[in-house]
Structure formats: C-alpha cells, structure tokens
C-alpha cells in the first residue's frame, strides 16, 4: 500500500524499494514486477526493465508489455527493436493509443516523416482531440512541407495546452515564407 502512496506522492525511489520487498515476498508475481520495470524505465535503467518484461512476457504478454519492451529498447538507442515491440503491441490491442504515438515520435525522431503520419493518423482515429498526436503530426506535416494543414495541427495543439508547438508555429507557419 506504501508504494501506492509513493506513487501518488511521484516517489519513484521509495516506491521501488517498496516494490523490491513486496517482490520479497511474492518473488514472481508479474503484476508487480511489470510495476518495478515501469519503475525502472523512469529511471532508465532500462536493461532491467527488460529483463522483468521479459519474465512477464512469458506468464502474461499484454499490450502494456510490449509497449514497455519497446519503449526500453528506444532508451537503449535501438530505434527498430523498438519499434518492433510497438508493432506487437499494437497487434495484441488496436485499441491501446500508447503504442501509436510512441513509434510516431520514435519515426519523427529518425526523420521517417511519412512512415510517422501513418501511426498518428490511427492514434488521431482513436482520440481525434489527443493533444500529442496533433503536435506530432504538425510536425511531421511541416517537416513534408505541407505547411497548411501541419499549421493547422500545430495550432489547434497549442491552443489545447501544448507549449512546444509554439517554436514550431513560430518557424513554420506565423510569418514564414512558407505561409
């Protein structure tokens, strides 16, 4: 009950450790280690988190699992791995929006701007008002030079909380020669 608390608190070393001696107690319990590996990805220590995904993978794989997993071999600079375990998270719940927005970001990152559209797209199709998937999109809309329609994300991401489409709409779109 201790590591809920932490949690809530954003105490993820006391959370940890809590988790470590809950795991003590019950050492194979996959709910709590895909807790500890979720743990271990914000601290990035991230070959840790896989190797408790990859005890979870084999009692109980979920979407959540393989999106972790990706996500783990993006912070160890293995931009297709990642985008690997992206892909069979994404097989295993269509549905589940993380996956989707992660490789979008993930593409952005190696410039594979089209390929990005694609996943952001489908996050939009699930939340058409999600705030990280229209930024996203704006910027992979800009980077194709397709400024109306990326300006047009960007914005409606800014105006909905996202302050970094702001260095954007400023390059790209308010007094551009593009515009």
């Not at 201790?2 to 959370?15: C, I, P, S, W």
């Not at 030079?145 to 400023?170: H, I, P, Q, T, V």
Request: charged share 25%; proline share 3%.
């Amino acid at each position: 009950l201790r590591a809920f608390v932490y949690r809530d608190l954003g105490e993820t070393k006391q959370q940890l450790e809590d988790i470590n001696a809950a795991l003590d107690l019950r050492p194979l319990d996959p709910d709590l280690m895909k807790w500890r590996a979720s743990l271990y990805l914000e601290t990035e220590q991230f070959q840790k988190a896989i190797e408790d995904l990859d005890f979870v993978e084999s009692v109980q794989n979920d979407a959540e699992v393989q999106m972790y997993k990706g996500y783990a071999y993006y912070g160890l600079d293995q931009v297709e791995r990642a985008l690997f375990f992206m892909n069979k998270a994404i097989e295993l719940d269509a549905t589940y929006l993380a996956p989707y927005l992660y490789s979008g970001s993930f593409l952005l990152e190696k410039g594979e701007y089209q390929q990005a559209l694609t996943f952001l797209n489908l996050a939009l199709r699930l939340d058409p008002n999600n705030i990280s998937a229209l930024f996203y999109k704006g910027v992979a809309l800009v980077e194709l030079e397709k400024f109306e329609e990326g300006c047009s994300c960007l914005n409606r991401a800014f105006y909905a909380g996202e302050d970094g489409a702001s260095d954007y709409l400023e390059q790209y779109c308010f007094g551009s020669p593009h515009q």
